[in-house]
């Protein structure tokens, strides 16, 4: 069966969502190899998903795990997401400084792709710094401080953190990265989110800089 969605996608097929969840989740279980998700993930990032078999996949990831509610939190809650580009620092800055003005952020980032240290990844620099916290220990930290700033887990998105790694384990950054961004955020309680997507030199995305006089 997996041969065969495999094969539907390197031929420009459409996946359905029964397809996309055999294959998400059995990764997450590990009833499916990795080799068989890196096949997969090629002919998506060759191919491209539509845009149901990206919200789809949306979906599929958020609800591999744990979910996260907010609601209890007694202040204005904010999420942000950047596509990232050359250093991954904002969230770095922005987190607490929204955090030091009242509004309550429980912030999910990634890890580098490519060239580029990610967020968690300069954090884990941090001597004693736990970029894996439970929904438990997040839900506290929010309340107590009013931010957390955590990678992918095994309770919360499982399948966004194992996708996530082999995307960039076989240079397959942009595949599914739509679906990533948005799983990782709606792990938890609906809330407002400020997007920021990138397409310039220097970023995950094709370059589209138009081009300049020699």
């Not at 060759?46 to 996260?68: F, P, Q, R, W």
């Amino acid at each position: 069966m997996i041969p065969l969605i495999i094969a539907r996608k390197r031929d420009g097929g459409e996946l359905t969502r029964a397809e996309l969840e055999r294959i998400v989740l059995g990764y997450v279980r590990g009833d499916v190899p990795d080799y068989q998700v890196a096949a997969w993930l090629m002919a998506c990032y060759l191919n491209g998903l539509t845009d149901a078999e990206t919200l789809a996949l949306t979906e599929i990831m958020a609800a591999s795990g744990e979910t996260l509610d907010l609601s209890s939190i007694d202040a204005p809650t904010l999420d942000k997401h950047s596509t990232g580009g050359v250093g991954d620092k904002t969230s770095l800055v922005l987190v607490p400084l929204l955090a030091a003005g009242g509004v309550a952020l429980a912030k999910m980032s990634g890890r580098g792709l490519g060239f580029t240290g990610g967020t968690v990844d300069k954090l884990e620099s941090i001597p004693g710094y736990r970029t894996e916290l439970t929904a438990q220990e997040m839900m506290s930290q929010v309340q107590r401080i009013g931010c957390c700033l955590v990678g992918q887990s095994a309770s919360l998105a499982p399948a966004d953190k194992l996708l996530y790694a082999l995307r960039d384990a076989t240079a397959r950054g942009r595949a599914s990265s739509n679906a990533s961004a948005v799983a990782m955020r709606s792990a938890w309680t609906p809330m407002p989110r400020a997007m920021s997507t990138k397409s310039k030199c220097g970023t995950s995305r094709p370059c589209m800089l138009p081009s300049l006089p020699g």
